[in-house]
């Protein structure tokens, strides 16, 4: 019922992020392919009245890289806005956190560097490959890490919009700052039931 309410709600609305179409465990509820997913989503957004759903430019920059084909329709259904970057003001509380929160990553990234280095048994490019995948774990998951993700966050707080990610440094940013987030799989349920 609450989340049939956000849908129908006139305004403030959903900003969709990359993950929503590029994630396979959140593309597979609109399609197969990442074409496949944002053609479906965009077939079943037209069908709402209502409702709009937003994405910053650098998202869509981020989308049309890994998109195959262009869509003439996506213009018309998702509405493309930046977030007011220069008005918005973000608790210094927050800024703390992710100071903190990237020291630790950074000595554990250090550590895990560190643990590959002494290994003189494995063979470089599996140390390499293995390295570059828990390096990555220790720094980026988990954490906002880019400027789409940044953006994304900004523009829901912004329009008090709920963002639709699968991304898990994006949800704890957005709890962080009190802005809505809703799983890709219920946001599919739901648009179904519309």
């Not at 989308?63 to 018309?76: G, T």
């Not at 063979?123 to 774990?137: A, S, T």
Request: net charge positive; charged share 30%.
């Amino acid at each position: 019922m609450v989340f049939k309410r956000m849908f129908q709600r006139k305004g403030n609305g959903y900003v969709l992020d990359t993950s929503m179409f590029v994630n396979p465990d959140a593309r597979k509820y609109f399609g197969e392919t990442i074409d496949g997913a944002v053609s479906n989503f965009l077939a079943t957004a037209a069908k709402l009245k209502g409702v709009q759903f937003y994405m910053p430019p650098s998202v869509q920059k981020e989308l049309k890289y890994f998109a195959q084909k262009e869509l003439p329709n996506f213009k018309r259904i998702i509405v493309i806005k930046s977030p007011s970057l220069h008005e918005m003001k973000v608790p210094a509380i927050v800024m703390w956190k992710l100071l903190d929160e990237m020291r630790t990553r950074v000595n554990a990234g250090l550590r895990v560097s560190e643990k590959f280095v002494k290994d003189q048994n494995m063979p470089i490019d599996e140390k390499l490959h293995r390295l570059r995948v828990q390096y990555k774990e220790a720094l980026r998951e988990g954490i906002l890490d880019s400027e789409e993700d940044f953006e994304v966050l900004m523009l829901a707080k912004e329009l008090d919009a709920a963002i639709i990610t699968l991304d898990q440094g994006l949800v704890r940013a957005a709890e962080e700052l009190g802005i809505k987030c809703m799983a890709v799989d219920a946001f599919y349920g739901h648009l179904k039931e519309l």
